[in-house]
């Protein structure tokens, strides 16, 4: 483990964070447009990617006021 100290240091944990916070937003965002294309052009309700941007959406804000109250 020692080893791992001479190539993880904050820098790559700092960018490790961002690129996986940017990841969920794009996926969540991803699938919103989704539900909406298939609810508008295709008139189908595909429950499953609703519930993943509202899922996202709901933790976001949940963290978002856990953070702002605790720190």
């Known amino acids: 483990m020692i080893f791992l100290r001479r190539f993880i240091d904050e820098r790559f ?3 490790r964070r961002r690129s996986t ?3 969920g937003i794009v996926s969540a965002v991803v699938s919103l447009v989704l ?3 298939f609810l508008l052009f295709k008139h189908v309700l595909n429950w499953e990617l609703l519930a993943v941007g509202l899922t996202f959406v ?3 804000l949940g963290l978002m ?3 702002s ?3």
Do not use: G, N, R
């Open 13 to 15: 944990l700092e960018h």
């Open 21 to 23: 916070s940017t990841a």
């Open 35 to 37: 539900f909406e294309y």
């Open 58 to 60: 709901a933790v976001k």
């Open 65 to 67: 006021t856990w953070y």
């Open 69 to 71: 109250l605790t720190d």
